[in-house]
Structures are given as C-alpha cells and as structure tokens.
C-alpha cells in the first residue's frame, strides 16, 4: 500500500468480516489486518472436527481463504469487491490444538486478478506453533457488480 491507500482499510475489512455468517458459525476472530497480511485465529472446538478428533479440512480452508482474501481486500481500492476463484491446499499436519492461528498474505496484487498465499498454524500450550496447512489463492477483483460489494 502506498500513501494514497485510504486510512480506513481495516474498518472496512473488519466490518466486511463481521458479515461473514460462514466464519462467525466456526467461531473464527479476526485478529491482525496489516496492509497485505491478515491473520484469523479460531479456539478448538469438537464440533469442528473430521471422525478421528482432528479440525476438519473443511475447515481449515474456509479459515485460509478467508485469511488470504482479506489480505486482498487490504491491498484493492475501497470500491471494489474479492471473489475466489481458485486455490488449491496443502494439508501438512493433523488440526491437533488448542487454538489456530490462519495467515493469509498478499502475493501479487493486481488490479484484476490478486494472489495470496496462507499458512495455518495449530497452537498448543505445550510448544511452538505447528505448521498444519498451507495455501495459494486467485481472486479477482469485482467492480460495479449488483450484490457483490466490500
């Protein structure tokens, strides 16, 4: 972001959030929004997890693309709108902690199409962060388009 980028970016991303239905039933926190980085963070919770305990892949990628989209949302003009359009995960490691931490970055921005990057993390009092998940992300940038607004 630049000097002319509007000081108001993270209310935008926060209020934009807070419409997000699909984050607020997994129980997810927006907990940083920087320019180009953002990062969720979510509490372990069992209703969340696949048949052996673990957080659910599912999951996981709602969580990073949400992370690695916001990112993008920090890095386009306030006008405009982000749709995935693809992305692909890597599952590294079992969803095994406490809380998880989902760290979303912008890779490329652009003024039609933004690449992110994500990277989750499992959190356990017992020790450093794990790397559990990550992802690369393409959206594109929507103007103008009835119903589909920051």
């Known amino acids: 972001m630049d000097e002319s980028d509007p000081p108001d970016f993270k209310k935008r991303i926060r209020e934009s959030f807070r419409r997000q239905a699909a984050m607020r039933t997994i129980g997810a926190e927006l907990t940083r929004v920087e320019p180009g980085t953002v990062e969720i963070e979510l509490p372990f919770d069992a209703k969340l997890t696949q048949q052996h305990g673990l957080l659910h892949a599912g999951v996981i990628s709602a969580a990073l693309d949400a992370a690695g989209t916001y990112a993008g949302y920090s890095v386009i003009d306030p006008e405009a709108s982000l ?64 119903g589909i607004e920051g």
């Open 83 to 146: 749709l995935t359009i693809e992305f692909k995960v890597n599952l590294l490691s079992p969803g095994r902690g406490e809380r998880f931490l989902f760290r979303g970055e912008v890779t490329k921005p652009g003024t039609t199409i933004i690449v992110s990057d994500g990277r989750a993390y499992a959190v356990r009092p017992d020790g450093p962060a794990k790397l559990i998940a990550s992802m690369t992300g393409t959206m594109m940038v929507v103007r103008g388009r009835e």
